[in-house]
Nanobody, 124 residues
Framework: QVQLVESGGGLVQPGGSLRLSCAAS????????VGWFRQAPGKEREAVSC????????YYADSVKGRFTISRDNAKNAVYLHMNSLKPEDTAVYYC?????????????????WGQGTQVTVSS
């Protein structure tokens, strides 16, 4: 069983950058697929970026491709989401999720463990 805690959210101006962190405890993330999801008011939860446990394969939503980068640091038992060139439409609560799988997972229902979320607000 894994507990996940997100951090790094906040208020940033358009064009700015943030780094979100997902810290895990209770188990190592070495063999877990990890995903970042976001949900804005009135919208469905959507996958932003995901990373596999086996070979580091990654997935990015078209809306963030080229701007966001997901990475994992197994030594720190953490996963990060570097967000650059932020836009107002990136405003949402961002969630970290994990599942004990060796492959890339992209659907919310495929994940077993979720963090509490961290708010990202992009506004001038």
């Amino acid at each position: 069983q894994v507990q996940l805690v997100e951090s790094g959210g906040g208020l940033v101006q358009p064009g700015g950058s943030l780094r979100l962190s997902c810290a895990a405890s209770g188990s190592t993330l070495d063999y877990y697929a990890v995903g970042w999801f976001r949900q804005a008011p009135g919208k469905e939860r959507e996958a932003v970026s995901c990373i596999s446990s086996s070979d580091g394969s990654t997935y990015y939503a078209d809306s963030v491709k080229g701007r966001f980068t997901i990475s994992r640091d197994n030594a720190k038992n953490a996963v990060y989401l570097h967000m650059n060139s932020l836009k107002p439409e990136d405003t949402a609560v961002y969630y970290c999720a994990a599942a004990p799988a060796p492959i890339l997972l992209r659907l919310p229902g495929e994940y077993d463990y979720w963090g509490q979320g961290t708010q990202v607000t992009v506004s001038s």
